[in-house]
């Protein structure tokens, strides 16, 4: 019996937004494990464009009809969050070596304060190697297409969200 199988893995993030990147791992999770609850971090240091609220409803929406992903948020230790949610395992995506120190700090950090929750990480198709959710941003508010880079519902939520701020900006910070 494939035990793994039946293990729900949590795969925790800011997501703001989510992108395809995101999405492509989600994808590979679900190969592996029963079910993948994305879980937002309320509370975090980071500035981010869109309200909790408005990341949980943009990822409900993307994966719609898909009873094997489900959205939650959390604050606190992410590991305490593992553990409640009933998950054992947290995936992290592993772009580029650039990522990886942050991310061996993070998973051995959470290692030693729960040694029963263990990381997985899973690399993005290549051609999502380069995309974040930071450029993401930063491309759209300079006018740049980033239809390929994002579901549809993300980019409906960031011309919303633009248009709200008094339009795309050609040019200057926000
Ligand atoms: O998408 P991000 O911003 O890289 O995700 C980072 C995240 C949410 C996974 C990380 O900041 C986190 O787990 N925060 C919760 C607080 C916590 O458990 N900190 C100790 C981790 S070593």
Redesign the pocket.
């Known amino acids: 019996m494939n035990r793994r199988r039946d293990t729900a893995a949590l795969f925790?993030?800011?997501?703001?937004p989510i992108t395809n990147g995101h999405l492509d791992i989600v994808e590979r999770g679900l190969s592996v494990f029963r079910e993948i609850v994305i879980?937002?971090?309320v509370n975090?240091d980071?500035r981010p464009l869109f309200t909790v609220e408005e990341r949980v409803r943009t990822i409900r929406q993307v994966f719609r009809g898909n009873k094997r992903v489900r959205v939650d948020t959390?604050?606190?230790?992410?590991?305490?969050?593992a553990e409640r949610a009933g998950a054992s395992v947290?995936i992290?995506g592993l772009r580029a070596i650039s990522d990886f120190e942050?991310e061996f700090?993070?998973?051995l950090?959470?290692r030693r304060?729960n040694p029963k929750v263990e990381t997985v990480f899973m690399m993005p198709a290549e051609s999502y190697t380069y995309v974040s959710?930071r450029l993401v941003k930063e491309v759209f508010r300079l006018g740049g297409r980033v239809s390929d880079l994002v579901p549809p519902a993300v980019e409906k939520r960031l011309r919303a969200k633009y248009k709200l701020r008094g339009g795309r900006p050609t040019g200057e910070s926000e």
Do not use: E, T
Request: aromatic share 14%.
């Open positions: 925790p993030g800011s997501f703001d879980a937002i971090l975090s980071k959390f604050s606190g230790l992410l590991v305490d969050y947290i992290r942050y700090q993070m998973a950090m959470n304060l959710s």
